[in-house]
């Protein structure tokens, strides 16, 4: 998990977007690229690796090339009491994705992604039968409209 107090400063937004644009690139040549000294390269990928910045390059790949085309959100009310041994169940399911704890009527909110509609049936029965859920309710996403992205943001606040 990323420091909250971390700040990401000018150089750090240029060199993020850099290796957004070439995930495997080579220090020297983020070092070309952005115009910085191959020290501060090589010095903020190893604080954004010590710090957990950089995303698993398994969240690029797109599930539907492991056969789960289907994605959906699944709202889940829990027993307050159990909260931690629902959330060590979700997470036990490969098919969900991530899980948020938001705010309102709504205890977890989890991304799942399914083969098909019968297969989406099971990965949410899979969830409501976790210790401490009490039910769920399942919402399918028919497309994705704005994937995942980050750059907008390093962009934006340059």
Known sequence: MPDRDLRLDAIDRTLLLALDDDPRATVLLLAQKTGLARGTVQSRLERYRANGMLRLAS???????????????????????????????????????????????????????????????????????????????????LREVIPYRIDALLRADA
């Open 59 to 141: 969240t690029r790949i797109p599930p539907a090339l492991l056969g789960r085309g289907l994605a959906a959100s699944v709202a889940a009310e829990l027993d307050q009491h159990l909260l931690d041994e629902a959330i060590a169940g979700v997470r036990r399911i490969p098919e969900v994705l991530e899980c948020f704890a938001p705010a309102g009527m709504t205890d977890l909110l989890c991304r799942v992604v399914a083969r098909d509609p019968e297969d989406l049936y099971r990965v949410s029965e899979e969830i409501r039968l976790c210790p401490g859920i009490l039910r769920t309710s399942t919402s399918m996403f």
